[in-house]
């Protein structure tokens, strides 16, 4: 049966013998599919101008607003009633705004490298697939790169579901001017991979300490006599996996597709929520989105009064502000002189907010709002 020619001039849908509806649902695909496109060509219009009515010479960087893409994003969610689960539409609204906002440039994202790593995952989970990801070697680098201008924004890892706080990333706080732009959960997934072609062949294994921790049951089950190497990411496990004879990796998956690598075993994580959550810094402050946090650098200075921290912290009580974390970490200035890193529900703009940290600070030796951002979406 030859083809039909559409209104466009283009092969219109074949009728298969015996299945005209099926014929009939590829069309309306077509037309759908059309609609979605010039959807997304207005969209991305309509992006154009924002952007030219609010700085006609800007970088892309003065047009994110992280809290109006928490508002869209959330009114997605809203909508959904599938048959598509939530995270796969958030996906596609986070890429169609990605790739708006990069009409003109990019954003510059650096983040905890090398490629292949959660972190990178991380990125693209938050900013979309538009964006120019810069892979730095430290946790200090990122800080650096996001200070000096060059990149906007920075994402590093703040804790794990599994094996708690990285400290290092708190420690740039006590010396970093930027801010908490926004914060990212990862559902951690690892993966043993390697290039031989079974585990009776595997040697020694290389990965992050975070990784080995998070598999540590899995490994004393299954492999309780191969050597455990502890290197500094995920990724260069990998790289080592795919130099070294009878080395196997634990990493993402997206690592074996970058070294090559095959996978032995998926998803061999002890705990099945394991869970990463990352940090963007950057120099900017936002406006707040509704479902917000805040996070705190406080000290009660070199005290050792009874109940000193607990009248610090009680004004959040008292003006209804929740209290989702608190750290502990030496302050560096002196010996056994502490200072507190706390997450609250609310942003540093909202009333109640507002009145207990005014109330805060006056008890406070030291007091900072590292930032106030969107929480994390999923």
Same mark, same amino acid.
């Given at each position: ?58 970088? @892309?960087? $003065? ?60 990125? +693209? ?24 201008? $060059? ?10 579901? =599994? ?5 290092? =990333?708190? $420690? ?7 801010? #908490? ?9 690892? +993966? ?14 290389? @990965? ?38 009878? =080395?196997?990796? #634990? ?48 000290? =009660? ?8 921290? +607990? ?68």
């Amino acid at each position: 049966m030859a083809l039909r020619k559409s209104r466009k001039g283009k092969p219109a849908a074949k009728d298969e013998p015996g299945r005209p509806e099926l014929s009939a649902i590829r069309r309306r695909i077509d037309e759908v599919d059309a609609a979605l496109h010039e959807l997304i060509s207005e969209r991305a219009r309509l992006a154009q101008k924002v952007g030219i009515s609010k700085h006609a010479d800007g970088h @892309t960087v $003065d047009f994110y607003r992280p809290e109006r893409e928490a508002e869209v994003l959330r009114a997605a969610l809203a909508r959904n009633k599938g048959p598509l689960r939530d995270e796969e539409i958030l996906r596609l609204f986070r890429e169609i705004m990605s790739a708006c906002l990069a009409q003109q440039e990019p954003l510059k994202v650096a983040f905890l490298g090398p490629e292949g790593t959660f972190t990178q995952q991380a990125v +693209y989970k938050h900013f979309g697939h538009s964006v120019r990801a810069l892979a730095l070697p430290s946790i200090e680098d990122v800080f650096h790169e996001v200070e000096a201008g $060059d990149a906007d924004f920075g994402l590093v890892p703040i804790e794990n579901s =599994t094996e708690g706080t990285v400290t290092h =990333t708190l $420690d740039r706080f006590l010396l970093s001017p930027l801010n #908490i732009c926004g914060e990212v959960e990862l559902r951690i997934h690892q +993966y043993l991979m390697g290039r031989m072609k079974s585990l009776e062949h595997v040697q020694r294994i290389c @990965t992050h300490q975070q990784s080995l921790a998070q598999c540590r049951q899995w490994l004393d089950e299954h492999l309780p006599l191969v050597e455990r190497v502890a290197v500094s990411s995920n990724a260069e496990g990998a790289r080592r996996a795919r130099d070294e004879q009878g =080395t196997a990796a #634990i990493a993402p998956q997206a690592a074996a597709e970058v070294y090559g690598l095959s996978v032995l075993v998926a998803e061999i994580e002890d705990r099945p929520d394991n869970t990463t959550r990352f940090l963007v810094v950057g120099a900017k402050t936002f406006q707040p989105s509704g479902e917000d946090k805040t996070t705190l650098l406080v000290s =009660t200075g070199h005290t050792q009064e009874a109940g000193t921290l +607990y009248h610090l912290l009680e004004p959040l009580s008292r003006h209804g502000v929740s209290m989702t974390r608190i750290e502990s970490r030496p302050s560096r200035r002196r010996k056994w002189d502490y200072v507190f890193f706390i997450d609250i529900a609310g942003h540093a703009a909202d009333d109640n907010v507002a009145a207990a940290l005014a109330e805060l600070k006056q008890h406070a030796s030291l007091f900072r709002v590292l930032g106030s951002y969107p929480r994390a979406i999923l």
